[in-house]
């Protein structure tokens, strides 16, 4: 862990006395802010200004004569703006050796002072943030080749250094916050790293924050840049970390933080060309400065909560983030790539050739979304990035439950991978802790856990455990339940086997209606809707009866997802459980779309019903966008299916896959997702139903937690379904920016569930943008 020692204590009167001994300088003192060193104005007999600096103790000798001999070389090139010049002492030294009242070494030096204003505190114009760039380029062209041997320390800001530092985010309490610090930090790792060796390396500043900036106002108005101070933190590192600092700062409360960094690069561009390399892995370096800032901030709060300068941008660096987090990093490398006079990116494959790939090689049967399709190049949490440089909130995608690429799912994936892959025939740990800790999920007596690849082999198996366990073959199915694309399973799926293509329900299927309390004969305001739809369940039983059958099982999704996003009624699974098992059956409760804490109020959704299923199938969210699913159960129907036939699957349960759902489980609770579920979709389901009341053709708002539907219909009297105006919401929210997709047997229900780190400022998002895209077209 890092551990940076206080700053020196010395004050005014001990200040003086140094001066006057050393320098032989009578003066005012006035203290002045400082990161971990001390800094003093000293104001002499003719009123002439200096700084006095007094280091940390973590800084030697050498370190601080690299500083002086780099400040003397840049002051020798003569430039058209000032650098501080450091003051002899008596004895003709740069650096004067003191000690504090404990007899404590520490180092110091006297500089010139230089008149100006922060770049921070002064209204910035475009020639004035040219004249920036210009600077700092004639700093760094002139340091490209020069060496001092000291100038190569380990030093805690300089950004190589970033995954050394990554253990400050447990100084970070908001989860939000270190959740986006941890995911640009492995972007860092992932996109800037790897090109180290192809990277330039010199002395750099690294320091070029808005308040090193000194900003001269000429009696006409005109600006430009006065001249930089403060070296403390000079480094020999990568030269494009320079560049990316100043970019940094520069764009902080910006309006158009691009077009602030095109024209600083189009002025230091003209001085010191940027290379193609450096261009590349520019907006993760400054990404990387953000987090570096803010991780520093919150270790120093700790060290010293009074010091007010070390929280002097943390506000505004932390707002930049966010909204760095909305810019498409394509985007912001075709602006560095302009202003730095290179051409646009060359895409290997665009969009349409990709399309004419896939018809050739890919079966036709896999669809697009959208009329348009995305080309997806990246996903950053909850948003997505194409290769146009828009940036997409994915409202849709209940794969990545705890977000796309999200940091601790894929560190924990990377680390095993690196370690061990192999099937469970071997011992290994990893199987056995996930699946004690997954099963810890669930209530009594479902406790055997079996881990496969996909929801559809989950369901799979979840069907053979009914079979063997009782002997029989029919099941109950919902109307227009989906429960996976194998054989067996498109028998037991009225959406795909009454839909396009399909033939009809298999002899051993038996549907019954959907529990729609607002499309179905019972609605909402029946307090006996739940055990009405149940007794066509029933019903369904005793036709097999009559016909001298048993039941193997029900099969249902907790929440229905593809007949629309249909929240069962109050009391439904409870009286088809009953029957069901009466009829000597197993109740499966599908919880592929559903489960890991999405409808906010429980864990699983079955739970809202308040029942306990014989086996359980979860999926998707389950590795994070990692193939694994899996399938719970009871100890009498796993014994039961221990027949003699062995089961294996090659890869379900793999260490690797473990890895993968043990990071999900650990997020969910660590970061009080369940909890941020319900919170986020009550939000935006208020939100739909306000503009409810200004839009009749919205007919019904539903769902629980981050788990909704939205039906549009014609009329409200009639609820004609309204397929085409739901397919247009869906286009037009895409074209602004969000994603969204329809369900429903007439596809008129616009489903939202979206990875449930959503946060209120997202669903603020969501229902703006929708209420923008409902006046155009109403």
Known sequence: MLNIPKPPEFNEEEVKEILKRHYGINAEILPLVGDIGRNFLVIDEKGKNYIFKIANEIENYYHIKAQNDVLQYLNDQNFDFELPLVIKNKNGELITEIKDKSSKKYYSRLLTWIKGKFLAEVEINEELLEDYGRVLGLIDRALK??????????????LKNILDLRELTSYITDRERKRLIEYFILQFETEVIPKFPKLRKSIIYNDANDYNVLVKIEKNGKK??????????MVHSYTVFDIAIALTYAMLDKTDPLKVAYLILKGYNRVFPLEENEIKVLYYCIAGRLCLSLMMSAYQKKLRPEDKYIIISEKSVWKFLKRLHLINPFRAEEVFRHACSFDSRREELLPERIIELRRKYIGRSLRLHYREPLKIVKGALQYLYDDKGKTYLDCVNNVAHVGHSNPRVVRAVQKQM?????????????LIRYAERLAKKFPEPLKVVFLVNSGSEANELALRLAYTYTGKRD?????????????????????????????????????????????????SDDREAGVKYAKHVIMAIEKLKNKGKGLAGFIAESLLGCGGHIPLPEGYLKTVYKAVREAGGVCIADEVQVGFGRVGTHFWAFEKQGVIPDIVTLGKPIGNGHPLAAVITTSEIADAFDNGMEYFNTFGGNPVSCAAGMAVLEVIEDENLQENALKVGNKIMEGFRELQKKYPIIGDVR??????????????????????????????????????????????????????????????????????????IF
């Open 145 to 158: 080749d020069f060496y001092v041997p000291h100038a190569e320390r380990y030093w805690h800001w300089d």
């Open 224 to 233: 430009r840049i006065a001249g930089l101070i403060d070296f403390g933190d």
């Open 418 to 430: 690196a370690i061990l892959n192999t099937n469970t025939r071997y011992l290994y740990e990893y």
């Open 475 to 523: 099941m109950i199915v919902i109307d227009h339940a989906y429960h996976g694309n194998t054989t067996s399973l498109i028998d037991l799926s009225p959406y795909k086997f009454d839909g396009p293509g399909g033939s009809g329900s298999g002899p051993y299927t038996h549907k019954v209606i959907m529990p729609d309390t607002f499309r179905g004969p019972y609605k």
């Open 703 to 776: 769902g629980s937690g981050l788990f909704i539907g939205v039906e549009f219909v014609k009329d409200p009297e009639t609820i004609e379904p309204a397929p085409e105006i739901a397919e247009e919401v869906v286009e037009r929210m895409k074209e602004e920016g969000v994603l969204l997709n329809t369900e429903g047997p007439y596809h008129n229900v616009i489903k939202i569930k979206p990875p449930i780190i959503f946060t209120e400022e997202n669903a603020d998002q969501l229902i703006n943008t929708i209420e923008k895209v409902l006046k155009l």
